[in-house]
Nanobody, 122 residues
Framework: VQLQASGGGLVQAGGSLRLSCPASDRTSSVFPMAWFRQAPGNEREFVSSITWSGSRINYADSVKGRFTISRDNTKSTLYLQMNSLKPEDTAVYYC????????????????WGQGTLVTVSS
């Protein structure tokens, strides 16, 4: 499975962006998926995750109420709608899929996109 994140860019604080992550094949449609991010000098951190059906969704406290994760399994695509962006949201955002159990832990994910840079100016 190959993932390719896109949709990043430069936005002012308070603005919005929508990230997309299409998968190369439909097998990922049954995998839990997630978004992680990594800011310069920081470790990669969990942002949000979703089960294959969308029945379970989790968010990091730092993005709760501002970000919305979703997926369209007919298109094998994962999304992240980011609203009310803050300068501290600046990071490279990665999408990921896991063959196994739903998880918040990046080390358990099997497939990763190449990352898309989000820069939020103050």
């Amino acid at each position: 499975v190959q993932l390719q994140a896109s949709g990043g860019g430069l936005v002012q604080a308070g603005g919005s962006l929508r990230l997309s992550c299409p998968a190369s094949d439909r097998t990922s449609s049954v995998f839990p998926m997630a978004w992680f991010r990594q800011a310069p000098g920081n470790e990669r951190e969990f942002v949000s995750s979703i089960t294959w059906s969308g029945s379970r969704i989790n968010y990091a406290d730092s993005v709760k109420g501002r970000f919305t994760i979703s997926r369209d399994n007919t298109k094998s695509t994962l999304y992240l709608q980011m609203n009310s962006l803050k300068p501290e949201d600046t990071a490279v955002y990665y999408c990921a899929a896991v063959r196994g159990t739903y998880s918040y832990i990046s080390g358990r994910y099997d497939y990763w996109g190449q990352g898309t840079l989000v820069t939020v100016s103050s």
